[in-house]
């Protein structure tokens, strides 16, 4: 026998009995984004390599280290998209959709980024994306963190809670770096290895660090909020007052900095202590100088994407109910003038909206109802030659064993009252 052929490391196939979870947090975010207006927008998975420099930040971990980029067959670079808001900006500007209207679009689907795997933490996974254009005053920012919380409630998801913080402008902040350096270069020898790298690129990004040898000169930093513009100040002031007449709690985590360039004002991050080092489950802001920055005209935004794979490990945790889908009827065919009616019958139940499955590839009586039992439907319909020859059909009941044998013209209706009373 040859090797069996293994996944990509870091890349997940989702079983059946996954899928259908999924599927639930799906529906209730369709119906929840649907509620405030925000509309699908679907949008490939291959993009230029360079719309994710320009946007991510060419010298952030996503865009150094963690891309599949490769060249195709006619020489133009291409990297698998790491997030979804490059692409959403990159479509919104090329079919026109951004400049001078208000836009609300929700996406769904896999990203890629070549992270080390570990729990929650995945080389291919799965978001679901909101992406606001138009709208620069900060009732914006509450309206996706409410939205967020509606979400969690729909699902029932608990032990999860809001951490929020201000970057202000690309101008406060680049004042804010500027004494950041300087107080880190004067500490240059307790840095670890990280801070030391990040220190000439990505300063901000060492107030993430999670080293607990980093925690004293981390904790003793200047902070950023010291350093908002006055703008920026009565944004996050305004935002602040939004949610708490919204009845949301929150936390100001000055450190909150976010692993992506684009971030003006407004950043927020869902967290849980559940899911180990992995502890954000949905994570966003605003982004009020990106679609200038990808050439259209000055238009502000705000947005946020939600790990599926961490939310619906959270969810499973939690011991959630089972979302199976199983047929609800199991057809048992016997003989080939059932094999034949079968079809017709199967078919008259599913117009009446009952789920089916109709036995495959014959076996005894005995197989078949194995077969029903695990198919996990509660009704057996039995089709011999005596049923064809009489129209009739025995009707099964799997979990108590009871049967009685009925005429096939009663069956749609008699199917429809148990599967009510059920
Ligand atoms: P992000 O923080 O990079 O932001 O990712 C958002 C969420 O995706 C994370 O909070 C996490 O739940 C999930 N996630 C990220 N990387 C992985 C991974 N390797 N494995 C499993 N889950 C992961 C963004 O992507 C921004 N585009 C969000 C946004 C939209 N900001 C504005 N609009």
Redesign the pocket.
């Known amino acids: 026998m040859s090797k069996a052929i293994q996944a990509v490391r ?1 890349m997940n196939d989702l079983l059946p009995d996954a899928v259908e979870r999924w599927q639930r947090i799906e529906a209730l975010a369709r119906d929840v984004l649907h509620a405030y207006g925000y509309r699908e927008i679907r949008l490939p998975v291959l993009e230029k390599s360079e719309l994710f420099a320009r946007s991510i930040g060419s010298l952030t971990d ?1 865009v150094e280290k963690e891309m599949y980029s490769f060249e195709d067959r006619s020489g133009e670079n291409l990297t698998l998209r ?5 692409g959403c900006v990159r479509a919104g500007i090329e079919n026109g959709f951004l400049h001078n209207q208000i836009q609300r679009l929700w996406y769904a689907g896999p ?1 890629f ?1 070549h ?1 080390r795997p570990q729990k ?4 291919q ?3 679901i ?3 606001a254009f138009g709208i620069e005053t900060p009732d914006l920012d509450a309206e996706l963190i409410v939205m967020c919380a509606r979400l969690w409630r729909a699902l029932g998801l608990d032990g999860i809670s809001l951490q929020l913080n201000s970057l202000g402008t690309p101008a406060s902040r680049a004042a804010y770096r500027s004494e950041l350096v300087r107080y880190l270069e004067a500490r240059r020898s307790v840095l670890d290895e990280d801070s030391l790298r990040r220190l000439d690129k990505n300063p901000l990004r060492i107030l993430d660090s999670k080293n607990p040898a980093m925690q004293d000169v981390v904790t003793a930093a200047p902070s950023l909020s010291e350093h908002l513009d006055d703008a920026s100040r009565a944004h996050f002031e305004r935002l602040l007052d939004l949610l708490r007449r919204a009845g949301i709690e929150y936390t100001i985590n000055p450190r909150l900095v ?3 360039d ?2 003006t004002r407004t950043v927020f ?2 967290t849980t202590e559940r899911l180990g080092a ?1 502890s ?6 605003r ?1 009020d100088g990106l679609v200038e920055q990808l050439g259209g005209k000055a238009t502000p935004a ?10 619906a490990e959270l969810l499973a945790q939690q011991g959630d109910q089972n979302h199976e889908v199983h047929p609800q009827a199991y057809l048992v065919l016997l003989g080939a003038d059932a094999e034949g009616e079968g079809l017709t019958l199967a078919e008259r139940l599913r117009d009446a909206g009952v789920r089916v499955e109709c036995n495959g590839g014959g076996g005894s009586l005995k197989t078949q109802l194995k077969r029903a039992d695990r198919s996990r439907a509660r009704h057996a319909l039995l089709l011999g030659e005596d049923e064809v020859r009489t129209a009739s059909v025995t009707v099964k009941d799997l979990r108590d064993g009871t049967q009685r044998s009925i005429a096939q013209s009663e069956l749609v209706d008699l199917l429809l009252k148990k599967l009510d009373e059920e």
């Open positions: 870091g996503i790491p997030e979804g808001t490059a990203m980024r992270e929650g933490r995945y080389r996974f799965h978001q994306g909101v992406e976010r692993g992506l684009y971030y991050e869902w992995q954000a489950v949905c994570a966003g802001g982004y705000a947005g946020f994407a939600i790990g599926m794979e961490r939310l």
